[in-house]
């Protein structure tokens, strides 16, 4: 019987090892997305539809780091924008950093008969 036993346990093993192999990272053989070029200045954040305090405090480390961000946004996008330009010149920022300056313009969206105007503005906080 203990041979019995022994066999079974060899079997089980075996299929044990492959599941715990498979766990293992394997090796990445496609680029990381991070490794696009980026083409537009790191002073600029875009706003979408992310948490707003996820933007304020990114917008709050880039202040740190740089002096001036521009905070820009597109369609309904745009009350976020300023929330998140409020909540760092009046909550995070204790009165050091200020709004210097606000841009409004319409963009033009779209192909042929696809074309509409949407509303973008660019929010300039600085210190």
Same mark, same amino acid.
């Given at each position: 019987m203990p041979r019995k036993s022994n066999d079974r346990e060899s079997t089980p093993s075996a299929t044990v090892e492959k599941p715990a192999q498979m766990t293992e990272q394997p090796m990445r053989t496609t680029p990381a997305v991070g490794n696009q070029e980026r083409r537009s200045p790191p002073n600029h954040i875009y706003i979408g539809k992310k948490p707003v305090m996820g933007y304020a405090m990114? *917008?709050? /480390?880039?202040?740190?780091?740089? #002096?001036?961000?521009?905070?820009?946004?597109?369609?309904?996008? =745009?009350?976020?924008?300023?929330?998140? *330009?409020? /909540?760092?010149?009046?909550?995070? #920022?204790?009165?050091?950093?200020?709004?210097?300056?606000?841009? =409004?313009?319409?963009e033009v969206v779209g192909e042929g008969e696809e074309t509409r105007n949407v509303s973008s503005i660019e929010i300039i906080v600085g210190k």
């Open positions: 990114s *917008a709050l /480390i880039q202040l740190t780091q740089m #002096g001036e961000i521009i905070i820009k946004a597109r369609g309904l996008a =745009i009350s976020r924008a300023v929330d998140v *330009a409020q /909540i760092v010149t009046k909550r995070l #920022g204790n009165g050091a950093f200020a709004i210097k300056d606000v841009r =409004i313009d319409t």
